[in-house]
């Protein structure tokens, strides 16, 4: 029944590489170092969890992973392949894809062809494209959005359709920045089964930035740690949970 | 997943597809119908509307979906324009005074159409070099570009005596082109526009309007489809100015600089920017208040007395027009949204217009 979901254009496949891996990454930008000396490897079919406070660094590492920022020093490999000087586009073609903290739809556009232009782009025939589409928003829980003006859709909903752009491309990694940001109880809930779903579904790996400490520790298989630019914990949820230097830095983002 | 739960645009019904473009060109139509009935000038007024509509739709059809602001299609217009008189004017005088052009040109006389179609594929070669070179820039930066074409473009046809006669005109034009000739043209480039915007170039253009990041990092190739439908709009630009050439029996280069650049542009905004229906409404619009503040400018008879409005009313009551419509319609008097389908139930389409003004 899902097979629509999966649908590529002839002659493209999903790219193979089985891991993602920052290497003691660097970025400064001007006299402010935004990163320092981070590194760490997200797997197929695994959910990683990057948390920490907010200016910790989690955006801009997740720039450096999809060509968005060339890290000052370090490097980015896929799959074992160094991405020196890759463009997002070519981190895209080789698996490699994103939603944006800021949404960033095309808000003029009805909520159906946002997600139709990126099969369009991937080279799908128009009617190919559509029924993708749909069946990647049912998937989200936004089938009976299809018709709505992007730019209309409430904040909430705008990461839903982000995720479903995103995973048309049929990417081995998806980067996911706060995609539970505003959201209540109830929708978080939705979301976390949605991205708890992706690596089996998709058999693709998932970046997940995000805030809400249950959201993280109910889908994530390992959790990473920034603050200040820095790596101040690495683990599997149970551990993180117990970690009393990450609790320490959450009480005082949250505070 | 075997149906989607909501009905949509490309599964419903054809004839609503296309209503916005049948809606346009049924009032295009029926104006040029009743139009013809009127006066020898109306006649005139009305080619030239249509002519100045198909230069709109074509620069619409980039800068509506693309979202650059292009101030270069008038180059076009001129390019399309010289290239057609250079194949219709009488062989005789081309040898005397454009004695730089090519033999094929200078010893031979072509008909219309032919002029039209090579003059609109000139312009249409032209913006392929030229967009080759400027599609990658985007914002402010694209648009200087389109400037800086605009203003070289003048000043080689100005100049260039030997193929253009310079500032002595080209004379003798074949005049060709009525209300009904231009309809037919009008008519073909809303088909071009309209197809263009509902084809797949058209949505990945639009998308890249609305966030060029996103777009590129959703496998469009930004700059291609930015291409392509500059390509396209320079083509209806170049054929434009082929039509205005036979309408007008003349040429010289300042006629397609600042002050038609202006106009067009203003057509454009004032009906909103961002929609077929716009770029139409923008048009006609426009051409009633002009051509209301020319009457008036010529002299109204009231009360014994001719009242005539000061020489350059025109200018300032459009750029008046403009300033008003820009402060209280930010997207045009269409809100830069197409004809919307008449027959929906009133319920939905009131859920329906929740759609944005940008
Ligand atoms: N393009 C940039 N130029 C300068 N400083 C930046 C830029 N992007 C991010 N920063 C700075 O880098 C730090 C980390 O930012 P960011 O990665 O956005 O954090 P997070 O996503 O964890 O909230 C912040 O101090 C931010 O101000
Ligand atoms: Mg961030």
Known sequence: MTDVLHDLPPGVEQPQAAELTAEGIVVRFQGLTAISDVSLECKRHQVFGLIGPNGAGKTTLVNCLTGFQRPTSGRVRLGGEDTTGWTPDRFRKNGVARTFQAGRLFRDMTVAENVEVTALGLGMSRRAAHRHAMAMLAWVGLGDRADTIAGTLPYTDERRVGIARAMVLSPAFVLLDEPAAGMSDAECDDLMHIIAAIPKEFTCGVLLIEHNMSVIMGVCDRIHVLDGGRTIAEGLPAEIRADAVVISAYLGMEG | ?358
């Open chain 2, 1 to 358: 997943m075997t149906e989607p739960l909501v009905p949509h645009a490309a599964r419903a019904s054809l004839l609503r597809r296309y209503w916005p473009l049948l809606a346009l060109c049924a009032l295009i139509s029926a104006i040029v119908a009743v139009g013809s009935l009127g006066s020898e000038q109306m006649q005139v007024t009305m080619t030239e509307m249509l002519i100045r509509l198909i230069v709109v739709v074509g620069i619409y059809l980039f800068i509506g979906n693309s979202g650059i602001l292009s101030f270069g299609h008038i180059g076009f217009m001129c390019i399309g324009a010289y290239a057609a008189a250079w194949a219709t004017v009488d062989p005789a005088w081309k040898q005397m005074m454009l004695t730089g052009l090519p033999d094929f040109l200078q010893q031979n006389q072509y008909g219309f159409l032919p002029a039209v179609a090579g003059g609109g594929l000139l312009a249409g070669l032209v913006a392929l070099i030229l967009g080759t070179a400027i599609m990658r820039l985007s914002g402010i930066a694209g648009s200087i570009a389109t400037f800086a074409f605009l203003a070289i473009v003048n000043s080689v046809y100005s100049n260039w005596e030997s193929v253009t006669a310079g500032t002595s005109s080209i004379i003798g034009v074949p005049n060709v082109v009525g209300p009904w000739v231009a309809w037919a043209f009008a008519i073909g480039a809303l088909v071009l526009a309209f197809a263009f915007q509902v084809s797949r170039w058209g949505i990945m253009l639009r998308a890249s309007r609305d966030d060029e990041v996103a777009a590129k990092s959703s496998a469009i190739g930004v700059v291609k489809v930015r291409l392509i439908a500059f390509v396209v709009s320079a083509v209806i630009a170049g054929v434009a100015g082929a039509l205005y050439g036979h309408f007008l029996g003349i040429l010289t280069a300042d006629t397609f600089y600042l002050g038609m650049t202006f106009v067009t542009l203003a057509m454009l905004v004032v009906g909103g920017i961002g929609s077929l229906t716009g770029a139409v409404t923008g048009v006609l619009v426009v051409t009633l208040v002009v051509e209301l503040l020319r009457h008036l400018e010529a002299g109204v008879p009231i009360a014994g007395s001719t009242v005539h409005l000061p020489q350059g009313s025109q200018e300032i009551g459009l750029g008046i027009v403009m300033a008003l419509i820009m402060v209280f319609r930010p997207t045009g008097l269409t809100r830069s949204r197409e004809v919307p389908w008449p027959f929906t139930r009133r319920a939905r389409r009131r859920k329906m217009e929740v759609a944005p003004a940008r």
